[in-house]
């Protein structure tokens, strides 16, 4: 699958006024979980940050304990910070990371912007190793300046 062959897609689900904003966020999931066959969990987090924590949104994959995590800890904590995104091609090689599951070998984050504000992330996990290129940035960069238009 191209990756840009996505683009139609997801703009007719953020476009889609039958659905609530999670449901067009779960929808995304979905999508990018069953069209990308090394997008092996999809999910968001979104920030608090009078707390300075973020917070497990509509998500596709294996059930994560990791509902709640602290501004600056594992991968979607740093870029909670760093406002810039974060590919980790070995999670072995870690150290400031929160293991999910032992079937993941390879990460993604990146921060959805809404004014300039870092008010969330897109965060993918894959079985795959060094699974994710700079395609993938730049499409996960406009699955989320997408996003940003429903907020
Ligand atoms: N691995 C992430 C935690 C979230 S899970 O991948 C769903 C991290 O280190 O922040």
Redesign the pocket.
Known sequence: MNLSELHHPISTIINNNTQIREEKLLSICHLLNTSISYYN?V?F?FANHEIQTLH?GP?V?AE?D?TV?PFG???????AVSNANFV?PD?SA?D??????IT?KS?I?VPIFVDGINIGQI?I?SHTINAFTVEDEQFLEYVCKEISYVY
């Open positions: 969990w999910g987090y497990l998500y994959g994560t990791h995590i800890k594992g991968i979607c904590g740093q870029v980790v999670v870690q400031n990371y929160i293991a999910c599951s993941v990460e984050v965060d996990d």
